[in-house]
């Protein structure tokens, strides 16, 4: 896939600087679109090849502004523990998939989580006991990631998504911690693979999108893997 710009949602989470790092290391025209642009680091946001647009979730306007010229999303929207649950779902089907219809960005790659299931998973006790964990400490967390899974099944199959599923992810954003986790070895499957580690450098993780965004069609069109270091 020919890639000349690149939309990046939630860059200012630890992986989503992760991806700004690799993009820009690979020298991608890169576009953040964000609430609080101060939260991208200096030296990231110094770079001439990223445009920092900020908007809120429910801002149309900013939003398509930011969509122009693009060609992929890379979300790594999600909620996060401790903060409150964004309806991540209605933000896909009422702003992200009717944008890229209307500017002919046929492609977004997405983040999730194991708690998301896929028919093609098999049962894994310790992602069970991580899912009860969860379901206790941020109740919110798994509806809000399923129903957002359900809206990429039902809604866009128009378009070319592909939702990866993570479990742990760990891993320093600076510079130097960047450069020495990128070359980090992925592998994407399903639950019960015994390939999958338990967890995934984001950096390692943000080096595997960025491949996958330039195979196009060949890598993972309207599926959902779960990814994580290689086992061992």
């Given at each position: 896939m020919a890639i000349n710009k690149v939309l990046v949602l939630g860059a200012t989470g630890p992986s989503g600087i992760s991806?700004?790092?690799?993009?820009?290391y690979r020298k991608y025209n890169t576009v953040a679109y964000v609430r609080s642009p101060s939260k991208i680091p200096d030296d990231?946001?110094?770079?001439?090849?990223?445009t920092v647009i900020k908007g809120a979730m429910d801002d149309k306007e900013a939003f398509t502004k930011a969509l122009s010229g693009v060609d992929i999303i890379l979300s790594l929207l999600g909620p996060?523990?401790?903060s409150p649950i964004s309806p991540f779902e209605d933000y896909y089907?009422?702003?992200v998939f009717p944008a890229m219809r209307d500017n002919n960005v046929k492609r977004i790659i997405a983040s999730s989580t194991v708690s998301a299931p896929d028919p093609k998973d098999s049962f894994v006790f310790r992602i069970t006991l991580m899912k009860l964990l969860v379901r206790v400490?941020?109740?919110g967390a798994i509806p809000s990631i399923q129903a957002t899974a359900k809206v990429f099944q039902e809604v866009a199959t128009d378009l070319e998504w592909t939702l990866f599923r993570f479990q742990n992810i760990v891993g320093k954003t600076d510079e130097e911690s960047f450069q020495k986790d990128r070359d980090g070895t992925i592998h994407a499957g399903y639950l019960g693979d015994s390939k999958i580690a338990g967890w995934s450098n984001r950096n390692a993780i943000a080096r595997w999108v960025v491949d996958l965004a330039e195979n196009g069609q060949s890598g993972w069109v309207k599926q959902m893997p779960a990814v994580g270091q290689i086992s061992g």
């Open positions: 991806l700004l790092r690799e993009l820009l990231i946001s110094s770079n001439s090849l990223l996060t523990f401790g089907r009422d702003v400490l941020a109740p």
